[in-house]
């Protein structure tokens, strides 16, 4: 099978086009024929392996001394079983079904293996490969840190950062949770934001949300470009910040997987797609991201399928 290899930490031009073995599935895993996958800012700091100088040690420990352990990445994908081991309970061959890999990654490969048990579901009926491939890790971050602040309706929450995958989906989750949404992103892109729920946008390019006077329930900074100490006057008493920066791959929980799933079956959440690379593009849609302006997400077709 062909697969987009990271041949050693560094820039996108480490990413090669190979032939790899196609993986056997052991008994409780299912193979999927890959339809989809994405390019996160997961992938982008384990290729060029970004890390805070303190924990340099244990991540090239655990990643990988001199490459990386597991060399095909994407980090979620979206695809078709296409055989099953022999004690597989949940799926079958020809479900379609999406998955957050995590560290186990493999989405770059026109097949990968995943645990039964896996952060895995089928796709609703109504929802397309590129839809579903792109909903769990922005997705599940943003439940994540919209559950660790505390969100509760009514309150007024901003997130800043609010076109990229993480902000994307907190803004959509936080209004169908009820809170009054102030979203903070580029002048660009304050029409998206507003049409994904929030009820008010800031261009940051032209004031600083912290020195309106305006006070949050809750805060989210769900680009990693904020502080809490920055955004201090902005919260409430006893107000939450919450940021993705230094917290590694959010807990996901299969339940979480499920509900997500859900809203998106509903009509309730759907995912922002930017632009959209072939296998072989990888790289260049590496170098995309990298700039730091997408919106939304950044597809990889490893197939044509819709």
């Not at 902000?167 to 949404?181: D, S």
Request: proline residues 3%; aromatic residues 8%; contains cysteine.
């Amino acid at each position: 099978m062909r697969a987009m290899i990271c041949t050693a930490y560094g820039s996108s031009d480490v990413l090669q086009l190979r032939e790899v073995e196609k993986p056997v599935p052991r008994d409780k895993e299912v193979r999927i024929r890959v339809h989809k996958s994405t390019v996160t800012a997961g992938d982008i700091r384990i290729r060029a392996f970004q890390s805070p100088l303190l924990f340099w040690v244990p991540m090239r420990l655990a990643l990988g001394i001199r490459k990386p352990r597991q060399p095909i990445l994407g980090a979620e994908l979206a695809g078709e079983v296409e055989s099953v081991g022999k004690d597989v309970k949940r799926f079958k061959k020809g479900d379609r079904v999406f998955a957050l890999t995590g560290m186990r990654l493999g989405g770059y490969a026109e097949y990968t293996c995943l645990h039964e048990d896996a952060r895995m579901a089928v796709i609703p009926a109504n929802v397309s490969y590129e839809q579903a491939a792109s909903l769990l890790f922005g997705g599940t971050t943003a439940l994540y840190f919209l559950k660790k602040a505390g969100i509760q309706q009514g309150q007024k929450v901003l997130i800043y950062g609010g076109s990229g995958a993480v902000g994307t989906f907190a803004v959509q989750l936080a209004a169908y949770f009820g809170a009054e949404v102030t979203g903070v992103c580029s002048s660009g892109n304050l029409d998206l934001v507003k049409s994904l729920g929030a009820a008010h946008v800031i261009d940051y390019t032209k004031e600083d949300f912290a020195a309106r006077g305006e006070q949050y329930d809750v805060i989210f900074d769900a680009v990693g470009k904020s502080s809490k100490s920055h955004c201090r006057n902005a919260l409430v008493p006893g107000g939450s910040f919450v940021t993705v920066d230094g917290q590694g791959m959010a807990k996901v929980r299969n339940e979480d997987v499920h509900f997500l799933a859900e809203l998106m079956e509903k009509g309730q959440l759907h995912s922002v797609i930017d632009r959209c690379y072939t296998l072989e593009q990888i790289p260049e849609a590496h170098r995309y991201v990298e700039k730091g302006h997408k919106k939304g997400s950044v597809i990889i077709a490893v197939s044509n399928d819709k």
